[in-house]
C-alpha cells in the first residue's frame, strides 16, 4: 500500500516525523508537500494533488467487497498534517471517492472506527492539538485497521457514493 502525504507549515514538521515513522512500518511513501516551511502556505495547494490521487484509486465497491476483498488490499491512502485537521479534511472531501476523516487526539477507539466502519483513505491530523507519539500510535492503528464489511456500513457508504 502507497501512502501520500500532505499538509501546511503548522503540520509541517509533524509530516516529516511521520513520514519516517511510515516507512519504518514498511509502507511506500510520497511527500506531496509542502516541501520547506513556510508561515505563508496555503493548505490545499497541497491538499488537493493529495485528494486527486486518493480520488484516482477509489475504494472497491461495496458489491466487490462482499465477494471477499477487504478495501485495504487495494487503496492507496493520504495522511494529512495541518493545525487542527479540519480545513485539510473540507478540502479533501470534495473528492468523489475521497472519505477524510480528522483526528486530533483523545479516545483512540475513534480512529478504529474510521476504518472499521467508514473505510477512510485520508486521515487529517490536528499536529497543534496532539504530541508526536500520540500522531503515531493513531497512524498505526489506522493503518492496521481493517474495513470491517459488515453489509449496514456497506450499504451506507453505497449511499454516500451514489450521491453526486
Same mark, same amino acid.
Not at 7 to 14: K, Q, S
Not at 83 to 96: C, P
Not at 119 to 135: K, Q, T, V
Not at 138 to 157: C, I, N, Q, Y
Given at each position: 500500500?502507497?501512502?501520500?502525504?500532505?499538509?501546511?507549515?503548522?503540520?509541517?514538521?509533524?509530516?516529516?516525523?511521520?513520514?519516517?515513522?511510515?516507512?519504518?512500518?514498511?509502507?511506500?511513501?510520497?511527500?506531496?508537500?509542502?516541501?520547506?516551511?513556510?508561515?505563508?502556505?496555503?493548505?490545499?495547494?497541497?491538499?488537493?494533488?493529495?485528494?486527486?490521487?486518493?480520488?484516482?484509486?477509489?475504494?472497491?465497491?461495496?458489491?466487490?467487497?462482499?465477494?471477499?476483498?477487504?478495501?485495504?488490499?487495494?487503496?492507496?491512502?493520504?495522511?494529512?498534517?495541518?493545525?487542527?485537521?479540519?480545513?485539510?479534511?473540507?478540502?479533501? &472531501?470534495?473528492?468523489?471517492?475521497?472519505?477524510?476523516?480528522?483526528?486530533?487526539?483523545? &479516545?483512540?477507539?475513534?480512529?478504529?472506527?474510521?476504518?472499521?466502519? &467508514?473505510?477512510? &483513505?485520508?486521515?487529517?491530523?490536528?499536529?497543534?492539538?496532539?504530541?508526536?507519539?500520540?500522531?503515531?500510535?493513531?497512524?498505526?492503528?489506522?493503518?492496521?485497521?481493517?474495513?470491517?464489511?459488515?453489509?449496514?456500513?456497506?450499504?451506507?457508504?453505497?449511499?454516500?457514493?451514489?450521491?453526486?
Amino acid at each position: 500500500m502507497k501512502i501520500y502525504f500532505a499538509g501546511d507549515h503548522a503540520g509541517f514538521e509533524l509530516k516529516k516525523e511521520l513520514i519516517e515513522f511510515v516507512r519504518s512500518l514498511g509502507y511506500e511513501t510520497e511527500d506531496l508537500g509542502p516541501f520547506s516551511y513556510d508561515a505563508n502556505d496555503d493548505y490545499p495547494d497541497f491538499v488537493i494533488p493529495l485528494a486527486k490521487r486518493i480520488a484516482e484509486n477509489p475504494p472497491p465497491t461495496p458489491s466487490f467487497i462482499k465477494e471477499g476483498a477487504k478495501g485495504a488490499d487495494f487503496l492507496v491512502r493520504g495522511i494529512i498534517i495541518g493545525g487542527s485537521g479540519q480545513g485539510e479534511a473540507i478540502v479533501a &472531501n470534495r473528492f468523489a471517492g475521497v472519505r477524510a476523516v480528522v483526528y486530533y487526539g483523545g &479516545n483512540l477507539e475513534v480512529v478504529r472506527k474510521m476504518r472499521e466502519h &467508514n473505510d477512510a &483513505n485520508i486521515l487529517s491530523l490536528g499536529a497543534r492539538f496532539m504530541s508526536e507519539e500520540e500522531a503515531k500510535t493513531a497512524v498505526k492503528l489506522w493503518l492496521e485497521t481493517p474495513f470491517s464489511g459488515d453489509e449496514r456500513h456497506m450499504r451506507r457508504l453505497a449511499k454516500i457514493d451514489a450521491w453526486k
